[in-house]
């Protein structure tokens, strides 16, 4: 059993920069791809980035693609993933969800998590 602790997110200005953990506790956590998810109020819940379980293979959303990067520690006696979001916009608001899966190399649909976070909330003001 995976059970995931996230932190980090708060209330920041535009331009400002977060990072997210998602920290892991069961022995199986070193075998799980991370993937990253979000809400906007009023919008449905999207992708944003997964990496794969051993951290040499990551993928993101267009609209983060170049200002969020999520990298693994796996291994230690603290299992923690990250993802480090710059350049906020207001576009970035919500809530912020980690996931384990077992598919390796993660992927895109959140129905392929069995594991998840309770959120972190991010809010960018203008």
């Known amino acids: 059993q995976v059970r995931l602790i996230q932190s980090g997110g708060g209330l920041v200005q535009a331009g400002d920069s977060v990072r997210l953990s998602c920290s892991a506790s069961?022995?199986?956590?070193?075998?799980?791809?991370l993937g990253w998810f979000r809400q906007a109020p009023g919008k449905e819940r999207e992708f944003v980035a997964v990496?794969?379980?051993?951290?040499?293979?990551?993928?993101?959303a267009d609209s983060v693609k170049g200002r969020f990067t999520i990298s693994i520690s796996r291994g230690s006696a603290q299992n923690t993933d990250y993802m480090q979001m710059n350049n906020l916009t207001s576009e970035d608001t919500g809530v912020y969800y980690c996931?384990?899966?077992?598919?390796?190399?993660?992927?895109?649909?959140?129905?392929?998590?069995?594991?998840w976070g309770r959120g972190t909330q991010v809010t960018v003001s203008p």
């Open positions: 069961g022995s199986l956590f070193a075998n799980y791809a």
């Open positions: 996931a384990a899966t077992f598919r390796k190399y993660g992927s895109r649909l959140q129905e392929e998590f069995e594991c």
């Open positions: 990496g794969s379980w051993n951290g040499d293979s990551t993928e993101y």
